[in-house]
Nanobody, 125 residues
Framework: QVHLVESGGGLVQAGGSLRLSCAAS????????MGWFRQAPGKEREFVAT????????YYADSVKGRFTISRDNAKNTVYLQMNALKPEDTAVYYC??????????????????WGQGTLVTVSS
């Protein structure tokens, strides 16, 4: 199991930017594929983006492609989500989790470990 702590959320106007961080425990972090997910009020949790262990391969949901960028710093056991051109429909609690690396080039990646508390992103119109 990997312990995950998300941070960086907040209130931002439409068109603005935020950078989310996810700190993970464990010395094996650099070998993990990681992903970001989000859950809007009244909706199911959905896939946002994934990244392989080295950062050389990424994949995005169509709804965020071209606006969000996932990256990682293995020396800091941290994965990031840079969010630009935010829209009100991006409002959600954002979570990170370890994912199956074989599912990176798809939207079917699911979290493999217990979910953290998430970080709330609110985009006002």
């Amino acid at each position: 199991q990997v312990h995950l702590v998300e941070s960086g959320g907040g209130l931002v106007q439409a068109g603005g930017s935020l950078r989310l961080s996810c700190a993970a425990s464990g010395r094996a972090f650099s070998s993990y594929a990681m992903g970001w997910f989000r859950q809007a009020p009244g909706k199911e949790r959905e896939f946002v983006a994934t990244i392989n262990w080295s950062g050389s391969s990424t994949y995005y949901a169509d709804s965020v492609k071209g606006r969000f960028t996932i990256s990682r710093d293995n020396a800091k056991n941290t994965v990031y989500l840079q969010m630009n051109a935010l829209k009100p429909e991006d409002t959600a609690v954002y979570y990170c989790n370890r994912v199956n690396p074989l599912l990176i080039p798809t939207t079917r990646a699911k979290g493999l470990d217990a979910w953290g508390q998430g970080t709330l992103v609110t985009v006002s119109s």
